[in-house]
């Protein structure tokens, strides 16, 4: 399974201690494995969008005017109900 196709999953505190419970008896060197496999697991680098590179990225030959008038235009108003019969 890769990185990005498993699913989190957030264990309470008796689990843990259920897993803690099979785990202890490991020898040391394969607790440390584990430690560096969940170590890892944690460097999981987020992807961040620099906001400045969406600065003109809209694109129209409209004018602000013309935009709020469309807008205004396509709102429904509150009061008509289609009715559902």
Known sequence: MNKKSM?????NN?????YFGLLKGLDNL????????L???LDIKE???DLRTLFGAWEDDKDSDEIIKEIRESR??????????
């Open 14 to 18: 008796k689990t843990l201690e259920k």
């Open 76 to 85: 429904i108003e509150k009061t008509e109900n289609p009715g559902f019969e």
């Open 47 to 49: 992807e961040k969008v």
């Open 7 to 11: 699913a989190n999953l957030t264990l």
């Open 30 to 37: 394969s607790k440390k494995k584990l430690i560096i496999k």
């Open 39 to 41: 170590t890892e697991s």
